[in-house]
């Protein structure tokens, strides 16, 4: 089955600087990446997602890069503010369920 | 985005009782939904997918009899901590999937925490 793994386990960036989150994935046949976003003790909100046919998507400062062929996509953000702080999941779809990284704690210093 | 309802958001119980969680799709249907543990600081882990009309599918290491799953309806699934134990408490979150259009996006509950005295 598919494997996520997301680096790094937790990022401080001053605000205004960009925040870059890294995810490999092991399955090629995966065709779906989405990307959350979960603030404490609150349901994880989908923030932006790719598919496989496209490498770029951007949504105002937040974009996502995919890369077939090493199997990694990242998650962008800039000119962050304190209000992005929180935790972020990728995940890649497996068959009919997401399989999800361990996540990245985000923290935006002002 | 599309909305997913669940209820209780916080409950306590008693070691030996059984607890249902309710995650509901409000304004579409879901053919799919799944059920998620999620402890302090860790990922989302999935143990069952729900199918409506049919038995839950449910992940390796995750006990059918402990964790009942009924999908009844195209827009209610709930999920039954059968006999719980102070190791189940954790946080429940449910998700489904929208079943037109994008059909991967996946929409979260807000989950429920559990604790088991």
């Known amino acids: 089955g598919e494997n996520v793994e997301q680096h790094p386990s937790t990022l401080s960036v001053q605000e205004g600087d960009s925040a870059v989150i890294k995810c490999t994935y092991s399955?090629?046949?995966?065709?779906?990446f989405p990307w959350y976003k979960q603030e404490l003790g609150k349901r994880p909100q989908l923030i932006i997602d790719i598919r496989s046919n496209v490498g770029e998507k951007k949504d105002q400062r937040i974009a996502v890069t995919l890369n077939k062929t090493a199997k990694h996509f990242s998650l962008h953000i800039t000119e962050t503010q304190p209000e992005d702080s929180a935790v972020y999941f990728c995940?890649?779809?497996?068959?009919?369920?997401?399989?999800f990284g361990a996540g990245t704690i985000l923290r935006v210093k002002s | 985005g599309a909305v997913v309802s669940q209820h209780p958001s916080r409950v306590i119980c008693k070691s030996g009782t059984s607890v249902k969680i309710e995650c509901r799709s409000l304004d579409f249907q879901a053919t799919t939904m799944f059920w998620y543990r999620q402890f302090p600081k860790q990922s989302l882990m999935l143990m069952a997918t729900s199918n409506e009309g049919s038995k839950a599918t449910y992940e390796q290491g995750v006990e059918k009899d402990k964790f009942l799953i009924n999908h009844a309806s195209l827009t209610l699934s709930t999920l039954t901590v059968t006999s719980a134990h102070p190791e189940d408490s954790s946080f429940y979150i449910c998700?489904?999937?929208?079943?037109?259009?994008?059909?991967?996006?996946?929409?979260f509950g807000s989950g429920t925490q559990l604790s088991v005295l």
């Open positions: 399955d090629s046949a995966s065709n779906y």
């Open positions: 998700s489904a999937r929208m079943p037109q259009g994008s059909n991967e996006k996946l929409f």
């Open positions: 995940a890649a779809r497996d068959g009919n369920k997401l399989v």
